[in-house]
């Protein structure tokens, strides 16, 4: 079997093919995994949030994995799934900025050079759901957070990508164990009006339970928001607490006088 | 005592014809879908006058976690304990017979049974329904014949008296670790510092096993029962 870099890789079917799926095989299923994201809106914007573990297999390998990436001063992506795909996105993404940076109409007009956080996700979506037609899916989930324009001028965003191109936008989003036990959280928890402070402890409280009972999180994580002010600020990792102090977890189950728990 | 959970007649059949090379690893391949796993780390070290045993406390099904602080050092008798790793169910029900056995002979012979009666005992019911078992055991205790004693029961069945022993998904983690830090005379301060530190660096890295470590130093005259949460671990998650 011989590596390729060029175009057309060992199927050598698709000469057209763009950088995207040339001469690296298909991804079957993935290697080392991020496991969810999850994502709110709040009063100033959006905000998300990760944790910083790549796992391999059961192995929690990559503990300071970055799964939350700048995308421009107005878009912010989170990537749960295979990393190595996650950065092929953000290397594409970030050669696109560039791109638009250098070909920008005006070298005074940088106004309008970026993508909004809606133009990112519907890019997202064209090149997810292309790879997912070639039968060689880019194995992510993708959050896309940030500020787009409308006709009433810049208004908070924020949807989802998957493997296969599905693409939805809400208030709150979650991918892989967050959908089923960080999503009922933000549902109940939800306000329009919901200030930083009140965001910031709901998603760690999100994050919380999803190091409890995901076999695939960590307890370390960054939050990441975007804002019209400042733009997309993404934390430095930090540990969040955790509570081990209940009677009936301290209890033991295993004495020969136990009660058959477990 | 003629337990067995299958028929007598052994059958000729050559495991390793339905051994499929898919990645899966030997903790959790033959698993149900749905089953609850001890996919974990446990470890016992004797020491003079005694043994220590650990255990972390996370039970999964596929990467749900269902329990997050289980126990996982069942008692057998008095001054013998097991440690569980592999199907929940499967030990559990194994602990149960053992201490069924466990109990009649104490009875009937007046006196303590030994650490490795209750081994042998283990390891007769792990090896004659290794079929249909996903059991690894470390069975330790403390008898007035051997003092402090280790015994190690691994699937399939075998039985071995060990220096130390460790066991679970996430012992594969920490082989060089205590080898480098295990020593034939420890005390009984540095054996359950070490149970702690091992099982702290294992739970780090084995997705299967996390929560909170639970120790149980046995000795002659008591059990003590030790509890250490998950946000106060040696070495951190």
């Known amino acids: ?262 | 005592m003629a337990f067995s959970l299958t028929q007598s007649a052994r059958q000729t059949h050559d495991p390793m014809d339905s051994y499929v090379y898919d990645g899966k690893s030997a903790e959790t391949r033959n698993l149900k879908p749905g089953e609850l796993s001890t996919g974990t780390t446990i470890m016992a070290i004797p020491f003079d006058g005694g043994v220590v045993l650990g255990a972390d406390s996370r039970v999964s099904t596929g990467t749900y976690v269902a329990n997050r602080t289980s126990d996982k050092i069942s008692q057998l008798h008095d001054r013998i304990w097991a440690c569980r790793s592999g199907s929940a169910a499967d030990t559990q029900a194994l602990t149960d017979y053992v201490r069924h056995y466990l109990g009649q002979l104490a009875i009937e012979t007046g006196r303590l049974p030994t650490v490795k009666t209750a081994a042998y005992l283990m390891r007769k019911l792990c090896y004659e329904n290794k079929d249909n078992l996903m059991a690894g055991v470390i069975v330790g205790g403390w008898d007035p014949v051997e003092g402090g004693s280790v015994y190690n029961i691994p699937l399939g069945g075998t039985c071995i008296k060990m220096p130390f022993a460790i066991g679970g998904s996430g012992s594969t983690y920490i082989y060089g670790l205590v080898d480098s830090e295990f020593t034939a005379d420890m005390g009984k301060n540095e054996a359950v510092t070490l149970v702690k530190k091992a099982i702290s660096h294992a739970m780090a890295r084995d997705g299967s096993s996390g929560g909170i470590i639970r120790t149980v130093i046995v000795s002659e005259g008591s059990n003590e029962r030790e509890y250490i949460p998950g946000n106060n671990l040696p070495y951190g998650p």
């Not at chain 1, 939805?168 to 892989?176: F, L, Q, S």
């Open chain 1, 1 to 262: 079997m011989s590596l390729s870099f060029s175009s057309g890789g060992s199927a050598g079917t698709n000469s057209r093919s763009s950088l995207m799926a040339s001469g690296t095989g298909r991804t079957t299923r993935p290697i080392v995994t991020g496991t969810s994201v999850i994502g709110i809106k709040y009063v100033d914007g959006v905000m998300l949030a990760a944790d910083t573990l790549c796992s391999y297999g059961t192995m929690a390998k990559y503990k300071d994995a970055r799964r939350l990436f700048s995308v421009n001063s107005k878009t912010l992506i989170g990537g749960g799934g295979e990393y190595s795909d996650f950065q092929t996105i953000t290397d594409l993404l970030k050669r696109n900025a560039l791109e638009h940076q250098c070909t920008a109409d005006s070298l005074y007009d940088e106004d309008n050079s970026e993508d909004c956080a809606r133009e990112v996700w519907n890019y997202l979506r064209a090149v997810m759901y292309n790879r997912r037609n070639k039968m060689n899916p880019l194995w992510n989930d993708l959050v896309v957070a940030g500020f787009t324009q409308t006709s009433s001028g810049d208004e908070p965003f924020l949807g989802l990508v998957d493997k296969i191109g599905t693409t939805y936008e809400d208030k709150y989003i979650a991918t892989g164990f967050g959908s089923y036990l960080a999503l009922p959280i933000m549902r109940e928890k939800y306000r329009p009006d919901l200030d930083e402070g009140e965001a910031r402890a709901l998603l760690e409280d999100c994050m919380r339970v999803l190091f409890y009972r995901d076999c695939r999180a960590l307890n370390r994580i960054q939050i990441a928001k975007v804002t019209k002010e400042d733009g997309v600020l993404i934390s430095e990792p930090f540990e969040i607490e955790t509570s081990w102090e209940s009677a009936s977890f301290v209890s033991p189950k295993g004495q020969l006088d136990g009660d058959g728990g477990w």
